[in-house]
Nanobody, 126 residues
Framework: QVQPVQSGGGLVQAGGSLRLSCAAS???????MGWFRQTPGKEREFVAA????????YYADSVKGRFTISRDNAKNTVYLQMNSLKPEDTAVYYC????????????????????WGQGTQVTVSS
């Protein structure tokens, strides 16, 4: 079982959009998936999560209405579509996999989630 591989990210102007991708092996992808982000000096924070089926999604209040998580099970890939980006969205974004969707959403220690992508930088300029 291999770790997820992320792509996307980069530099975008405030108000712009960006889409992150996270591709995983079949066994790793056969889980609920989530996105987290981390800035220097702060703990990794929950951003969004999606169930194995792709039907149920959850979002942090800070991104709700602007970000959309989705998954393409045929491609073993989860996406994070980020619209109306703000400078405070600047962070390193990580995808994660875990069998329990609720744990992804509610965990107080994201580092305990087993499977993580390598991270990708998202920078939003003013």
């Amino acid at each position: 079982q291999v770790q997820p591989v992320q792509s996307g990210g980069g530099l975008v102007q405030a108000g712009g959009s960006l889409r992150l991708s996270c591709a995983a092996s079949g066994r790793t992808f056969n889980n609920a998936m989530g996105w987290f982000r981390q800035t220097p000096g702060k703990e990794r924070e929950f951003v969004a999560a999606i169930s194995r089926s792709g039907i149920t999604t959850y979002y942090a209040d800070s991104v709700k209405g602007r970000f959309t998580i989705s998954r393409d099970n045929a491609k073993n890939t989860v996406y994070l579509q980020m619209n109306s980006l703000k400078p405070e969205d600047t962070a390193v974004y990580y995808c994660a996999a875990h069998p329990d969707l609720a744990k992804i959403v509610t965990t107080n220690d994201p580092a305990t989630l087993e499977y993580w992508g390598q991270g990708t930088q998202v920078t939003v300029s003013s």
